[in-house]
Nanobody, 119 residues
């Protein structure tokens, strides 16, 4: 089992920046990948960014490429999402998720952190 706890959500003006954190505990040695999803009111949860736990590979949704950066600190078992040039359409609850391999869905989820971008 892996437990995930997000933090860093806040209210920010358009054009501003935030950094989200996702701290993992438990069987972190078995993790393959950690990702960020987001869910805006009335919309489906969508992929934002992902990072492999043991190799330098990252991926991003087109909507955030060039503005968001995902990174990890293996020593702290923490993944970060640096969000720059925020837009009102980035407003959502941001969730951290993890999985142990490349062929499963994400069995481990955090509770979410609210990001609100005002215009």
């Amino acid at each position: 089992q892996v437990q995930l706890v997000e933090s860093g959500g806040d209210l920010v003006q358009a054009g501003g920046s935030l950094r989200l954190s996702c701290a993992a505990s438990g069987r972190t040695f078995s993790m393959y990948e950690m990702v960020w999803f987001r869910q805006a009111p009335g919309k489906e949860r969508t992929f934002v960014a992902g990072i492999r736990w043991s190799v330098p590979f990252t991926s991003y949704a087109d909507a955030v490429k060039g503005r968001f950066t995902i990174s990890r600190d293996n020593a702290k078992n923490t993944v970060y999402l640096q969000m720059n040039t925020l837009k009102p359409e980035d407003t959502a609850v941001y969730y951290c998720a993890a999985r142990d391999n490349s062929y499963s869905t994400y069995p481990y989820w955090g509770q979410g952190t609210q990001v609100t971008v005002s215009s």
